[in-house]
């Protein structure tokens, strides 16, 4: 499976974006996908994930302002992003897992990874 992320850009505090993964190759629905960022100087965080049931899981410092969804049929896991804070500012992953649930805060969890999205939130 190919991963491709877009979606990212420059936004001012508060506002939104919406990032797109899509996949190419392999059987999307049987993986669980994850999102992840990096800030400049920082170690790659999670930041959520969906199963392949569609179950969500959120980073503690993105519950309740960001939501992942997933369109099997369009080979899509999608991450909307409101009330976006200066601290979000990062490059964001996408990345494909065949491991359980509880294993899918961890990067290592992942077999496949996107190139990678850039999103600036200013002040």
């Known amino acids: 499976v190919q991963l491709q992320a877009s979606g990212g850009g420059l936004v001012r505090a508060g506002g939104s974006l919406r990032l797109s993964c899509v996949a190419s190759g392999g059987t999307f629905r049987n993986y669980n996908m994850g999102w992840f960022r990096q800030a400049p100087g920082k170690e790659r965080e999670f930041v959520a994930g969906?199963?392949?049931?569609?179950?969500?899981l959120y980073a503690d410092s993105v519950k309740g302002r960001f939501t992942v969804s997933r369109e099997n049929g369009q080979k899509t896991v999608n991450l909307q992003m409101n009330s976006l804070t200066p601290d979000d500012t990062a490059v964001y992953f996408c990345?494909?897992?065949?491991?359980?649930?509880?294993?899918?805060?961890?990067?290592?969890?992942?077999?496949?990874w996107g190139q990678g999205t850039l999103v600036t939130v200013s002040s």
């Open positions: 969906v199963t392949r049931s569609s179950t969500p």
């Open positions: 990345a494909a897992s065949n491991s359980v649930l509880s294993a899918l805060r961890t990067s290592d969890s992942y077999h496949t």
